[in-house]
């Protein structure tokens, strides 16, 4: 009586990740990590209403001593209307304020242990970083809409395509800088104050040096030249030409350039510090 050997059966082999679905899986990855960071700030309204409002206190209260100080004259310093110049560096100033902050949240992660979790899982890297920061773009295009609604009765004009690249570049800008912000976090998780030293000592020299609040045409040289290493002003100069509708202006190929830049250099930092922190 032969004896029949029993033949196994080895699975197919699974088709090797090709480099086409690289693309996908991050997408794939941020939209997780985004819709997971996104549902306390939904179960929480109270500070999404908050972090509405406070761009039209700035509106309000700083926009009229511009008004009042500098005319809003075409041929003043601004070089336009006050409210066609200002209200672009709110915007920029509210993603500025959201995404530079994003790394507090790491901080509580790394209290009570999320952050190793999601280190675990089979998201991708960059999908941790990209995904925090373009969380906080979500309530920056709620902001968006109420501020234009808001300031289109004084004179203030949309240009829906300028405005809608504008935003684009606020997100690029957003993933880079906090990325940065999540490296802050992780470098100073021993000592989590140092976070917030660290971050208002370099945010209001930011601030100041774009040109954001007040125009630098008549400050004093010193400053003018550090104002070109600010990666900073040429975002604010670019949101500006792109909502007035100057699509094609040198300040916005610049602004694209210091965005990308900063997004470059953030997501290499930042995912290099994440990886550190896993070893």
């Known amino acids: 009586m032969n004896t029949l050997a029993t033949k196994t059966r080895t699975p197919p082999p699974t088709r090797p990740p090709q480099p086409e679905d690289a693309p996908r899986g991050l997408l794939r990855d941020t939209a997780i990590v985004m819709v997971r960071e996104l549902r306390p700030v939904l179960h ?31 041929d003043g310093a601004l ?37 190793e979790r999601m280190l675990v899982t089979p998201l991708s890297r960059p999908s941790l970083l990209v995904g925090r920061s373009l969380k906080e773009m979500v309530p920056l295009a709620g902001q968006a809409v109420i501020i234009v609604a808001v300031m289109t009765p004084f004179g203030f004009q949309l240009h829906p395509v300028g405005g809608l690249l504008g935003l684009a570049m606020l997100a690029v800008f ?66 500006r030409a792109l909502f007035a509708g100057d699509l094609t202006s040198s300040a916005v190929l610049w602004g694209w350039v210091a965005a990308l830049a900063t997004a470059a250099v953030g997501l290499t930092v930042g995912i290099r510090a994440m990886l550190c922190s896993a070893d």
């Open 44 to 74: 929480d309204p109270f500070s999404l209403l908050f972090g509405m409002i406070q761009p039209l206190v700035f509106l309000a209260l700083f926009g009229p001593l511009l008004v009042g100080s500098l005319g809003g004259q075409a």
């Open 79 to 115: 070089g336009g209307d006050v409210w066609q110049w200002f209200v672009p560096s709110i915007l920029v100033m509210t993603a500025l304020f959201g995404t530079s902050t994003t790394g507090s949240n790491l901080l509580y992660e790394l209290q009570t242990g999320a952050h």
């Open 174 to 239: 957003g993933v880079g800088l906090g990325s940065l912000s999540y490296a802050l976090a992780i470098a100073v998780r021993k000592q989590d104050w140092m976070f917030w030293v660290v971050q208002q000592t370099l945010l209001f020299p930011l601030m100041i040096l774009s040109g954001m609040l007040l125009p630098l045409d008549t400050g004093p040289e010193w400053m003018r030249i550090a104002a070109r290493f600010d990666p900073l002003a040429y975002v604010v100069d670019a949101e």
